[in-house]
């Protein structure tokens, strides 16, 4: 029992790390139909973007992830304008090229981190990282408490967002009716590429996240393309609090099948948990939010 409940708290705090890496995405191809598959990619690039900055200035990494969100957001900006002129805008076939054209750019930022770090795992360093705190028999390790106040707030402050704010309520609106909003003289595709910039912006804390839970390397994004899409479709697509709750059974299930089966079958469990969500509940566990 003990070590049950040590996996289902451990479970929780990745968890609640797996939405923070996951809130991209959410947006991307929950609200604006886009087959984002080098969400991964974007959340590596981050990764490394904190570690050089931890690594040449000795920059925090939450502060580094900070600094690099605005660079990301003009990376989102640039991304999916060149996404809608070359496919979107040209027809209903852009799915399948969307998808081609997406894998490429992945394959690309892993080619150019490979030859700008090497392919060694990096990590950095912080007076959080290495600690833990001990509670009875429990040992809950510091960088995971961080990583689960971090981005339970990050979820918190992109739900208001979309809910409450105007462009949010115009990204939400985008998702359910185009034509609709373009008749009240908005935009689309400037709200898309609003949207998709801040769902590629939010990877620069992610990616602070992502660093300071374990070390990374060049290939990783292809262990969090299953993770990331399993807790989206999962969720119910465009749903943040889904998003949360998605993620910590996902990450609970990872947590109890590394304590009792094994390190090797962990990384299954999001495509299991994916192809079982898809036969039984194909809009998720909150259904599409629009």
Not at 99 to 108: D, E, K, R, S
Not at 207 to 230: M, N, Q, S
């Amino acid at each position: 029992m003990d070590l049950l409940l040590n996996a289902v708290v451990l479970g929780v705090l990745l968890g609640c790390f797996y939405a923070a890496v996951s809130l991209g995405l959410s947006v991307s191809f929950g609200l604006l139909d886009v087959p984002h598959v080098a969400h991964p990619a974007f959340l590596i690039l981050a990764s490394y973007g904190v570690f050089f900055l931890n690594d040449s200035y000795d920059i925090d990494p939450l502060l580094g992830g900070l600094l690099i969100t605005p660079l990301l957001f003009l990376l989102g900006l640039a991304a999916y304008r060149l996404y809608y002129e070359t496919f979107e805008k040209r027809g209903s076939d852009a799915g399948v090229r969307g998808i081609a054209f997406l894998f490429g750019i992945a394959f690309i930022i892993e080619v150019l981190i490979i030859l700008q770090f090497g392919v060694d795992q990096r990590s950095v360093s912080a007076s959080y990282i290495g600690k833990a705190w001990r509670i009875g028999e429990m040992r809950i390790p510091v960088r995971l408490l961080v990583a689960f106040a971090v981005a339970s707030a990050l979820t918190i402050l992109l739900a208001l967002y979309l809910s409450r704010t105007f462009m949010g309520r115009a990204i939400r609106a985008v998702a359910q009716d185009q034509e609709a909003l373009r008749l009240m003289g908005a935009n689309p595709v400037r709200i898309k590429q609003w949207a998709f910039g801040i769902a590629t912006a939010v990877l620069g804390i992610a990616g602070a996240l992502l660093i300071i839970v374990a070390p990374v390397d060049p290939t990783l994004d292809r262990a969090y393309i299953g993770r990331t899409f399993c807790v989206v479709v999962m969720a119910g697509l465009g749903s943040m609090t889904g998003t949360l709750i998605a993620a910590i059974i996902l990450g609970v299930a990872e947590s109890i099948v590394l304590s009792t089966v094994g390190a090797s079958w962990a990384p299954a469990i999001s495509f299991a948990m994916l192809l079982g969500v898809l036969a039984i509940r194909p809009q998720g566990l909150l259904g599409r939010r629009s």
